[in-house]
Structures are given as C-alpha cells and as structure tokens.
Antibody, heavy 120, light 107 residues
Framework: EVQLLESGGGLVQPGGSLRLSCASS????????MTWVRQAPGKGLDWVSS????????NYADSVKGRFTISRDNSKNTLYLQISGLRAEDTAVYYC?????????????WGQGTLVIVSS | DIQMTQSPSSMSASVGDRVTITCRAS??????LAWYQQKPGKAPKLLIY???TLQSGVPSRFSGSGSGTDFTLTISSLQPEDVATYYC?????????FGQGTRLEIK
C-alpha cells in the first residue's frame, strides 16, 4: 500500500524558513517523480514543484521560484521542500504527491498534507 | 503559461442525474489532462488521466473525454458520495496548472 506522510509544517513568521518532508513507502520511490501541491484555506489546488525520479530535473511555479527548493533522498525514500522567504500568501496545506511516471506526469497518490501558516 | 478554465464553478444536481463538467485549456495540450476529486478535509484523488483513462478503483460512472483544448468529465448517474470539488490539471509540461475547481452538490 502506497503511503505518503508529510511533516514539518507549522507557524512561521514572514521571511522565515521551514523544511517539509514526505516519507514514502509501498512503492519503489526511486522510480517515480514526486510533486508538491499546496492549497490555501478555502481555495483551489496550486501546483508548486516537481522533481524527476533521479533528482536531476526540477520545475517550480513562478510564485515560488528562487524561494523554494525541492529535493529527494532516494536512499531514505523521502521528498523534501525547503521553503524560505515565506509570505502570508504561502499559507496553505502542502501536499506531497507521487507521479505516475519517472518524469512529469499527473499524481496518482497523495499524502494528507501538512499545514504551513505564515503570520507574525 | 497555459491557463485552465473549468465550468461551471459550482453546480447542484439530483441523485441519478447525468453531470458534465468542462475544462478548457488556453492552448492545446493533446491528451495530457487529469481529473481529480477532492472531498472536504481530504486529499485529492486521481479519477482520470490521459483525458479518458479511468484510474484503477474509480467507479465506472466516471468518464472523461476530449483532446487538444476542450475536455469533459461526466458522471453518468450522480451518487450522494460524489459530493466534492472536481479539478482538472494539465501535465504536458510545467507549470502543471490546475483548473479553479467545480463544486458539486446534491439538490
């Protein structure tokens, strides 16, 4: 059974930083691209970043480019999102999702999300 | 960047009704289109990928069609458990933009 468990969210001041983690199990982690998607309270889904299976190709939404960094440790079956320069508009539930292929694709399994609140 | 526009933004229908949600891309995306269902307080769930392929385990009353710029999600006979918000997503390249969502309620 595929399981994705996000952690690392919390309350952070504007300009602050956090590292989100997504521990994965139930599939060959190193064979699939992974993605972060966020959802602000009461709003729709917002694609944030994707990383190829090997970790050599990453993509970011313009709204987070230069502030967020996606990475993975295939030996630990874990996906990360380093987020810095946080703004109020980054407040959201951050979901980790498994892609259907090793490169860019849609997302066939999702975690339950971790909440990031940016507030002073 | 390609924009994804869903219609309607919200709708209500009766149990047993046929429901259709549309998604339009501002440029052609071939069939790189997915549909997701999100129930309140839950993570999204993949329903359909490649515009018309049903994800394993999804009831057959859900179907998808379209190619290029115009796509539809159809529920052939609405059930109470289908109350949710539905999103389309393009995934031919980055950014993998979502539509704004369609909230579906029961009359």
């Amino acid at each position: 059974e595929v399981q994705l468990l996000e952690s690392g969210g919390g309350l952070v001041q504007p300009g602050g930083s956090l590292r989100l983690s997504c521990a994965s199990s139930g599939f060959i982690f190193s064979a699939y691209a992974m993605t972060w998607v966020r959802q602000a309270p009461g709003k729709g889904l917002d694609w944030v970043s994707s990383l190829s299976a090997s970790g050599d190709t990453s993509n970011y939404a313009d709204s987070v480019k230069g502030r967020f960094t996606i990475s993975r440790d295939n030996s630990k079956n874990t996906l990360y999102l380093q987020i810095s320069g946080l703004r109020a508009e980054d407040t959201a539930v951050y979901y980790c999702a498994k892609d259907r292929s090793s490169g860019g694709s849609c997302h066939n399994f999702w975690g339950q999300g971790t909440l990031v609140i940016v507030s002073s | 960047d390609i924009q994804m526009t869903q219609s309607p933004s919200s709708m209500s229908a009766s149990v047993g009704d046929r429901v259709t949600i549309t998604c339009r891309a501002s440029q052609g995306i071939s069939n790189f289109l997915a549909w997701y269902q999100q129930k309140p307080g839950k993570a999204p769930k993949l329903l359909i990928y490649a515009a018309s392929t049903l994800q394993s385990g999804v009831p057959s009353r859900f179907s998808g069609s379209g190619s290029g710029t115009d796509f539809t999600l159809t529920i052939s006979s609405l059930q109470p458990e289908d109350v949710a918000t539905y999103y389309c997503q393009k995934y031919n390249n980055a950014p993998q933009t979502f539509g704004q969502g369609t909230r579906l309620e029961i009359k």
